[in-house]
């Protein structure tokens, strides 16, 4: 990850001796107040619809509460850009929200009545913040299972209502998940760039992603590339202290589970009509749209574009899941031994790939490899007199880099948990019966850690499959993926050419979903 980041710093740094940080002077500004208008608004939505629904489903029993416990996760399968493009084919003037207006008032125009634009800024917080409350849901929620009920228990007893002790207790106590959730929501709209192109925001990724396309303005995009970098730290370290926060909060636990209210009459009505609200905006609207767009366009042309872009996808999905996978098992051995605290904070640093934009790790990607590509042309010809070409940059080297950087933090995040989990023990005992190296990777560590092998290589494929900045800028002539095909029919006003390889993408999406759920059935049992 130190790559890209200090290239960027010195592109940066060199532009603004060179006096060229025009372009940066004035569209900062811009950039930045959309940025912080659209991340401020969306976190206010998510946390606000994630802490009640969370608060729902844990502390009342209403109908299909079973159903929603695991559902309102389900929202996370949609990438923001699938979510920005089915919405505007719904509600948009050929959609069916405004047929139905047309049929009702009997006008034929767009100038015959009144409808909200949804390609604007509250309809990008309202369809980012509908895919990405699960952020804010799945932290609250975990955390009131965590926590004890004897402080609730305490407030009830003592004559508060249920409302007065969410207020009193609940939502004060709940600050830890709350900052975690929304900070993981704020990092999706830093790294989002289709979602914020197609609504006519100007975040800072889309700005870089244009200068770099449009104006071929590296020390322009480099100091708002650097900009972005800065904006992430801040929230990481939100983040990381939030986390300390709740992990203090959870020590607190007496075990004594949420009891849990049975909720009659209007008051179950409203907390079943809440959650269908929020699994309809956030699952049921993009894909009923994407399975209705793809069954009317069903042809043999639409087959073959899916099929034509599905190979190169699966792909970059495979050997960029191998390699990330090699080097999170790497990287987890080493922290599971006996490491250095640099080794420890090099690991740790090289794991925030994650937090970073694709767009900023592509755009510091891009000239380092171009310049190796160079000085590897010029040994060759020196040498051999051939010239090979572009090796790395341009080429799908370049994109598993970019991908092993981006989702390193995943993969080994869940070995790592893995080797916790299973401890040294197995390791010292293969070592006293005379076992090293290779031959205890082969007959310990692979065996025992081969779920956990399995989960890592499964997660990092499906965000390879959804991935899109950093493909746009890193791809090799010719080479489409899935979410580069929508992406391209989408920005020529044909996304609906491209739904059944977006709803490809989605149903990749829902694997980490069904394997979380399955996770959570396991725990209860």
Not at 473 to 495: C, I, M, S
């Amino acid at each position: 990850m130190g790559l890209p980041i200090l290239w960027l710093a010195f592109g940066a740094a060199n532009a603004t001796l060179g006096g060229s940080n025009g372009f940066a002077a004035t569209m900062l500004p811009i950039s930045l107040r959309e940025t912080s208008v659209l991340m401020l608004s969306v976190g206010v939505v998510t946390g606000t619809a994630g802490l009640v629904a969370a608060w729902l489903v844990t502390h009342y029993e209403f109908p299909l509460r079973r159903v929603f416990d695991w559902a309102l996760i389900l929202p996370l399968a949609v990438p923001t850009y699938l979510a920005a493009y089915t919405y505007v084919e719904f509600i948009g003037f050929v959609g069916p929200v405004q047929q139905m207006v047309r049929a009702i008032t009997g006008a034929t125009t767009i100038k015959q009545y009144w409808f909200p634009d949804i390609r604007s800024e509250w309809g990008a917080v309202l369809v980012l913040s509908s895919v990405l409350y699960p952020y804010v849901y799945a932290s609250c929620r975990a955390f009131f299972l965590m926590q004890s009920a004897s402080l609730n228990i305490a407030a009830r007893t003592l004559g508060a209502s249920g409302w007065r002790t969410f207020f009193t207790v609940t939502l004060p106590l709940s600050r830890p998940p709350i900052v975690v959730g929304v900070t993981l929501a704020m990092m999706e709209i830093a790294n989002d760039l289709g979602a914020v192109q197609y609504f006519g925001i100007n975040s800072i990724t889309a700005i870089i992603y244009s200068s770099w396309i449009n104006k071929s303005d590296f020390g322009g995009a480099a100091q708002l590339a650097v900009m972005v970098v800065l904006v992430i730290g801040l929230l990481i370290a939100a983040e990381q202290k939030a986390r300390k926060d709740r992990v203090y909060l959870a020590h607190r636990d007496s075990r004594v589970p949420p009891a849990r209210e049975e909720l009659r009459g209007g008051k179950a009505l409203l907390a079943l009509v809440y959650c269908l609200i929020l699994l309809g905006l956030g699952f049921g609207i993009p894909v009923g749209e994407l399975t209705y767009l793809a069954l009317r366009r069903l042809t043999p042309e639409s087959f073959g574009m899916t099929f034509n872009a599905l190979v190169p996808t699966l792909t970059l999905a495979f050997f960029g899941a191998m390699l990330t996978v090699i080097i999170g098992l790497f990287a987890a051995r080493q922290t599971s031994g006996r490491v250095s605290r640099l080794g420890q904070n090099v690991i740790r640093l090289s794991t925030l790939g994650y937090a970073i934009p694709g767009t900023v790790l592509a755009l510091g990607l891009l000239q380092p490899l171009g310049q190796a590509d160079l000085w590897f042309n010029r040994l060759t010809m020196t040498v051999a007199h051939w010239r090979p070409g572009l090796i790395l940059s341009g080429s799908m080297a370049a994109l598993l880099y970019v991908y092993s950087i981006r989702f390193l933090a995943v993969s080994h995040s869940t070995l790592d948990a893995a080797m916790r989990k299973r401890g040294n023990s197995m390791l010292d005992a293969g070592r006293v019966l005379g076992e090293r190296g290779l031959g205890l990777l082969l007959r310990v560590d692979l065996p025992t850690l081969t779920p956990a092998i399995l989960t890592a290589a499964t997660l990092v494929f499906v965000e390879i499959i959804k991935e899109l900045p950093a493909t746009l800028l890193l791809r090799p002539l010719g080479v489409d993926t899935l979410a580069t095909v929508v992406y391209a029919r989408a920005n020529v006003a044909l996304f609906a050419e491209a739904a059944l390889p977006a709803l490809f993408i989605v149903l990749a999406g829902l694997v980490p979903v069904v394997l979380a759920t399955q996770l959570g059935v396991r725990r209860k049992v």
